[in-house]
């Protein structure tokens, strides 16, 4: 069962592709690392899974979708994320849930 916390992106990283572009031969890989990175930046902590096809839109890619919307972005360049990470806090925001957020040891002296 999915419940609001199942909030993910869904980066495709396809390679294969022999006649036509897939988005890991543009840059899905460095999406995912991308959105890894952008979320440890800031704190929060979606799952990231990688897929071989969404099944549509190909030759739009990288592709992303977020969970569990459905929302699909097109052409995501790596160097600008935050706007797909700002998007799922919004729409977990909107579900009620609250974004799971890592827990910092603070300095104690
Ligand atoms: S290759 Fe990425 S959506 Fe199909």
């Known amino acids: ?5 199942d909030s993910a992106f ?5 390679l294969r592709g022999a006649h036509r572009q897939t988005c890991g031969s543009v840059g899905g890989e460095a999406v995912a690392q991308a959105l ?9 902590n979606f799952e990231i899974r990688k897929f071989r096809c969404l099944g549509r839109d190909c ?26 990470v700002d ?11 609250d974004p799971e957020v890592y827990v910092g040891i603070c300095p104690v002296e």
């Open 87 to 97: 998007q799922l806090l919004q729409q977990q925001k909107e579900s009620g849930a």
């Open 1 to 5: 069962m999915h419940g609001a916390n």
């Open 36 to 44: 890894q990175d952008e979320m440890a930046e800031r704190g929060v």
């Open 59 to 84: 030759s739009l890619g990288p592709n992303v979708r977020l969970a569990p919307s459905g929302d699909v972005a097109h052409g995501v360049d790596p160097q600008n994320v935050g706007g797909l």
């Open 10 to 14: 869904i980066v495709c990283v396809n």
